[in-house]
């Protein structure tokens, strides 16, 4: 066990043991008070207790003295009873506070800090509600509200002093000129968004895999054609260029026999190994599922799903388009290479996307 | 003292009248009045709470090794951003505290909005003359839902990195402008190194500017218009009967903001939200199955799951799939809404009058049956978002899910008006007879 580990030990229990001293002394304190809340109400004074007595007086003098300019007499019912309740949750309040500060000095976890603070705020705003309700007036009051709109004479009124200089010369000549003004510079402002990024075109249409470029794994490892059982597949990068996030592709190894490539591709699997874009088409995230006895790839963000055997159209999930297709061949070494680039542009769909 | 320090002003700002006037300013009783105010409470508290993260986060997108009290991470490559995170969450005294509990005020801060919301659209409180305030308070929603997204984007984990490639690819399919409008916000293709700083200056400075900025003017306008009242004896559009301000109102407002902030203590506490140390650092090629946004987003969500491959060939252009559900959907549900005090007042006859009394919701069958049909439909959409996540702990299988959630999203909304305007009549009968 660490030293910090340690230390946080024995601010709970330091906390804990503080819990329960405050518990018992407010219990103390406050039984007697308790008691009478149900009976005495009115009077709930207590002569063995001087202090909270004390305390209760300054407690509902300040209150009336707040009220004397207000619209009413405070709540005499279940006054003084309402007080002690009060002090009590407000002192809870202290105590909770207190607690907190001993725990944050002690180093205590982070669920201490949070219970300790959370029962000084909730019990402050408990007392301030039970204030509110048991020994505030809430009388219902009715005013008229102000009209709407204003009289036509304030209207007419103000409108001729905004337009006091129509006889000026010239006046709409500079009037105009000047939204002409205030429209060039906010074109200005505007323009400068153009700092912000690179022209998106060439980003998204470059090109990504070349002729010749070899296959690694995660790890730089080459790609050849035993890497793969039927039915596995691994995350594959062009050689050098790991972790370039639109080169990322899934490199899956079917049966032969069940290949449904089109005519064009049928050259693009060699022994069964096929490679496709693992950057979704519907919101690019990676498509890192495969379920071999379906020879499905799947999306984890929005469960798209695409037939590997068929040059990966979607066949399920909100895709539209098919995974991009990598033209495979195997070297004379027996590694993988692609032939070319995706057979389309990989990711998400774009207004300008060929 | 106080009356000292108040003498003090006067002497200099002629305040005592405006005060009084302050004090005396008349506040309507309803619980649901208190919805708006635990929105503006949660959204103080995420100020505060956003002070101390800022002191300690580092918006960089750079790698390095980490090297923490984490020790399960120890030696993996992570973006300075999380690795300020992770320090923050495990080192700093009360660090996980905050972080948990301004990702929690977060949460209840545009849940509170959005009742407000549902409160002021059922009792048609945003009529004539509250339409600037609907306004408004469409785009605090707005903002609020963006910027909570900017919050659990800049992290740095797995989880943020998703919702991040989400997110471009969701602006990135905008007809026309785009691409510009995905590289401007994001840098370039994510990942970018500038995406975590510029949705950093977003989350902490111009959007709180602009929710502050508008909630205050949001405020300002009640203040001057004057709150609403329910229906009730002695209660007409000329009057305004409540309790005045000062004490009585005030101490109950005081003391919700406090129980608010205690109970999102609690909750920052005890119920963990966000272990962005589980989900582990962002990593494009890495695969994060049953990811979840936050609540507040899950409409959207199911909607990206729920519409069909479909996509738009216009010649040599495109329009992909996800525009319909990601871009045009929200865009057309905000416009509504936006426009849905002035499309009423069109269809209604003719008048000027001012509106002060609120409706109840079954005085406005038609209205009412409209909202609760289209909450059960962003609720069909909220549950779609994770269907993924229902079909495991389900054990069906996530295309029969799919299948049903789509015939649900139609047929749900559709059923809940029929029920929801029959109990409208029903309780307007009874009303009537008593």
């Known amino acids: 066990m660490s030293d910090t580990a340690r230390q946080r030990e024995r601010g709970d229990w330091i906390l804990v043991l503080t819990g329960a001293v405050f518990g018992w002394a407010a219990r103390k304190v406050f039984s007697r008070h308790i008691a009478k809340l149900s009976g005495a109400g009115s009077d709930a004074r207590d002569p063995d207790a001087p202090e909270m007595g004390a305390v209760r007086d300054a407690q509902s003098e300040e209150m009336r003295e707040s009220y004397s300019g207000g619209s009413g007499p405070a709540k005499e019912v279940s006054g003084n009873s309402a007080v002690i309740l009060v002090v009590c949750v407000f002192l809870l309040s202290i105590a909770a506070a207190i607690a907190f500060l001993v725990a944050y000095w002690m180093g205590a976890r982070h669920a201490f800090l949070g219970g300790a603070i959370a029962l000084s705020m909730g019990a402050f705003g408990a007392g301030l509600v039970i204030w509110a309700h048991a020994l505030m007036s809430d009388e219902q009051v009715s005013e008229e509200r102000e009209l709407l709109p204003s009289p036509a004479r304030e209207r007419e009124e103000a409108a001729e002093v905004f337009v006091a200089e129509r006889a000026a010369p010239r006046r709409k000549v500079l009037v105009a000129m000047s939204l002409g003004v205030a429209g060039t510079f906010v074109a200005a402002v505007v323009s400068l968004l153009r700092s912000f990024a690179e022209p998106p075109g060439p980003v998204l249409s470059a090109p990504i895999w070349r002729r010749g470029d070899r296959l690694v794994t995660t790890e730089g490892r080459l790609v050849n054609l035993q890497t793969l059982r039927p039915g596995s597949t691994v995350s594959v990068f062009p050689e050098n260029r790991v972790g370039q996030v639109n080169a990322q592709a899934v490199l899956v190894r079917v049966d032969e026999q069940l290949l449904r490539l089109p005519k064009a591709r049928a050259a693009w699997a060699p022994q069964g190994y096929l490679a496709y874009s693992r950057v979704c088409t519907h919101a690019g995230c990676s498509v890192g599922l495969y379920e071999a006895e379906m020879c499905l790839l799947q999306c984890p963000c929005h469960q798209s799903t695409f037939d590997v055997l068929s040059g990966a159209p979607p066949t399920g999930g909100p895709a539209a388009r098919a995974l991009p297709q990598l033209p495979l061949y195997a070297d004379a070494d027996g590694n993988l290479r692609t032939g070319g680039d995706f057979s389309e542009t990989p990711g998400p769909g774009f207004w300008g996307l060929r | ?434």
């Open chain 2, 1 to 434: 003292m106080i009356r000292g320090a108040g003498e003090w002003l006067d002497a200099r700002l002629h305040l005592a009248k405006t005060f009084r006037r302050a004090l005396n300013h008349v506040f309507p009783d309803h619980w649901s009045f208190m919805l708006g105010e635990i929105a503006l409470y949660s959204f103080v508290l995420l100020v505060i709470t956003g002070i101390f993260l800022a002191m300690f986060f580092d918006p960089g997108s750079a790698q390095t090794a980490y090297h923490g009290s984490y020790k399960a991470l120890d030696g993996v490559q992570v973006s300075t951003a999380y690795r300020s995170v992770l320090h923050l969450s495990f080192d700093v005294p009360a660090g996980l505290l905050i972080r948990q509990m301004h990702h929690w005020a977060a949460l209840v801060f545009v849940a509170a909005i959005v009742l407000h919301l549902g409160r002021i659209f059922f009792t048609a409180a945003y009529r004539r003359p509250r339409e600037i305030n609907w306004l408004i308070g469409l785009t605090l929603l707005l903002l609020a839902i963006g910027n909570g997204f900017f919050g659990y984007s800049i992290v740095g984990d797995l989880l943020s990195g998703t919702g991040l490639r989400i997110a471009y690819s969701t602006l990135l399919s905008v007809p026309l402008i785009g691409p510009r409008l995905a590289f401007i916000l994001l840098g370039g293709r994510v990942p970018t190194p500038e995406m975590i700083p510029r949705m950093y200056a977003l989350h902490i400075f111009i959007i709180p500017a602009a929710l502050a900025t508008l909630l205050g003017l949001h405020l300002l306008i009640i203040w001057r218009q004057k709150h609403t009242n329910y229906p009730g004896p002695g209660r007409t559009d000329r009057t305004l009967v409540g309790s005045r301000l000062w004490p009585s109102y005030a101490a109950k407002s005081l003391g919700l903001c406090f129980i608010l902030w205690g109970v999102i203590a609690a909750l920052g506490a005890f119920v963990q939200i966000n272990p962005v140390w589980i989900y582990g650092p962002d990593n494009p090629a890495a695969v994060l199955t049953g990811a979840q946004p936050d609540w507040y987003l899950g409409w959207m969500e199911g909607a990206l799951r729920l519409f069909p491959g479909v996509h738009l060939r216009l010649g040599s252009r495109l329009i992909p799939e996800i525009f319909f559900p990601g871009i045009l959907f929200p865009a057309l549900l905000f416009t509504f809404l936006y426009s849905y005090p002035f499309i009423e007042r069109w269809f209604l006859p003719q008048d000027t009058q001012a509106y002060n009394v609120l409706k109840m919701p079954y005085e406005r069958p038609f209205s009412t049956a409209f909202g609760c049909a289209a909450f059960v439909f962003l609720l069909v959409l909220f549950f779609a978002g994770s269907d993924d996540v229902i079909a495991a702990t389900s054990g069906n299988s996530v295309v029969a899910i799919r299948s049903t959630l789509r015939m649900l999203v139609f047929v749900a909304p559709a059923t809940t008006a029929v029920i929801a305007y029959a109990i409208c009549v029903i309780v307007q009968r009874r009303r009537a007879k008593s």
